[in-house]
């Protein structure tokens, strides 16, 4: 929509940032308009022309409507809505325009109420009108994919983030790990574009390339002109020199500004004199016509018709940006608007999507509270209570609060609301603080995970519903199958339905958090700080109040577990060379002490009523016996080994484990004996002992 190319012209220009971060950095942070939020105008034609596409339930564009809206809702925005007025033109791109008043404009206006937004309607086009409100300052940006917002004056101009309705599927916008998490987007603003060397334009500029490219309001332009030459024009400064006699010459002279103008146009594009066009195109210049440009074309971008031509300029003074969402006319639209309008499904949808918008707001209403009440924000909001009875700990979320700002229903027929504010009867909102991050999605800001109990919530949001549906189909309120296999279920259960009043967990700036409820972040920052002094003091003894080695407990002969054992620091003692090997006289021991030489290893019988076989021979397998290997395993637990140092055998310690006190026998290291087959006794000797690995 607009004018074609012009956003490919400007997109050096437009700088990625998070929505979040966005209207919570210059928004609730930097509070320009004493809002704590971030105003902004969109053009309800666009969004009514998006939610066109919608094919799904009883009402698709409505249904569209109240999910974009629930979703702008996530951020501290502050949407104003302006609709086209009667004045509007009558063609816009060469088609008859309906001026015709849509049905579906008083369901969206009662959706917009519903969530608390402003609504106006322009007395010409509405995005004509939110230019000059930009202007002005009434709104901080506009959020549309629509590029003529420039032409009629904006200021800062937000695109649309979503790129299945904004066309921008070839361009998708990623955030800083290069992922589309739906909530980036390009902000643009006109200093920025005036600055960029690769665009250098100007409101003026932008108007010249509409006039030749071709826009809403002179689809044709100038055959055979394209977006360099247009953009070259502009740099030239045409544009601008076009515009400044469009704003201060009557008609009559603006006709005959437009002689020499238009020769020192013809001139610029045969010579290309100043180097912006990339080259001379003497045939394009004689193809310019007299009648270029329209003027009635021109003036509909410099001067068009909003409220202030009209001389209506108040009409915005009575823009108080004080509403807030009323759950209970929200639950009642759903229920005349949507085929899931009966309670259950209203309740479970509105913990999906709403409570976490709400929960944002009502942090928001509290921090304007605190703000109108002293002065300045860093005053504390206390849980209301009996005279002389304050609060312990500030309180930025009382449940009056909530019930007076957030549903219109008086608070005694509210059921279930307290009648007194008595002591401890007021309900906490937020329950504590469970942990923080700073997220790419919000370009890292501080975040907190709050857990939340949405009891009163959701009182107010039934108090609403009149039980006018009821479900046809499988109740929305059941999830859907559990794939989890559960103690002495089956797969494939059903999970119960969730508690609607049972606690969540939501992700909220920090810095709201701190403003309205800072002893719950002071608790939180305190547990912090235990954990990490624990977890650096984690692996750290400390002995006589200085810290020590690390210790290690010397084995004891005698008694391991003694008490009389105490750790010592073991130094690292040098290696000791290998004992020298006992002498026997046992004929069979000699035979298999021969065998294992190489291993520098004793092995005495304990026990000298057992005989000792030569395992280096092969012997027959014995008819009954089913295993041929099963003498290596009643000889290998009666092995041990000697101790040279001491003359007494160290008993009941197996072969591969034997610790000692004096020397440290080192495991052997044996080459793999190619000669020896893999069947023969000595190899499958070695195999068993562990000292030899099969290839």
Known sequence: ?????????????????????????????????????????????????????????ENPVLRTLFFRCATLMHSPFLPLFVFDGPLRPDFKRGKKINKASSKLIPGMKAIVE??????????????????YLNRIRVIDGILSDDVDNFLFGATTVIRNPSNNLSGNKANPVLNAAGKDDKNHTKVYRLADITAHPNVRLTRGGMILIGLMKGGD???GGLARCGPVIAHGLAKCGFGDTLFEAAKNLSREELVAFFVPWRHELRQEISTNSQGHIGKKHPALAKTIPDSFPDIDVLLSYVDPITSETMG??????????????????????CELSFEWGYKEAIIKRFRTIIWHSVVLRILRRAALNMDAKAGHPQTLLTTPCKKGAAGLEPVGTPSKMIAKYFSSLTLGTLHGYPSDCEEGEDERLIIKIHSSRNHVSTDGILEYRLEIAPAQLVRITVSGIKGLRTPEGPDEWVDDLDDDDDEGGKKGTKKPPPNPESHMRVWMPA?????VEPGLVAEYEAIQAKKLERKSAKGRPKFGGKTQATVIPEPSLESPTSEGDFPI?????????TPKVQATSDPKAVAFSRTLSSKSIFIQDSNPERVIRDLTKKTAKPKNASNTHADLKSFFPSAKLSRTAAGKAITDIPVKHVPSPTCEIPPPKLSRDT????????????????YMSYP
């Open 1 to 57: 929509m607009g004018v074609a190319g012009l956003w490919n012209i400007l997109r050096p220009a437009g700088k990625t940032r998070s929505l979040t971060e966005l209207s919570v950095t210059e928004g609730f942070e930097e509070n320009p308009a004493n809002l704590r939020g971030y105003r902004i105008g969109i053009d309800a034609s666009i969004w009514f022309f998006h939610a066109e596409y919608g094919r799904e339930g």
């Open 114 to 131: 519903a969530f608390g937004f402003e609504w106006r309607t322009a007395p010409g086009e509405a995005e004509a009108e939110l230019a």
């Open 217 to 219: 309001y002179h689809p």
């Open 312 to 333: 209506k300029g108040d009409y915005y003074n009575s823009l108080t940006w004080g509403k807030e969402p009323d759950l209970g006319k929200l639950a009642a639209n």
């Open 511 to 515: 810095c709201m958090v701190r403003l």
């Open 569 to 577: 620091i073991k130094p690292k003692a040098a290696r000791k060379a």
């Open 675 to 690: 000669s020896l087959s893999r069947d023969s006794p000595q190899t499958n000797l070695k195999w068993k002992l562990g």
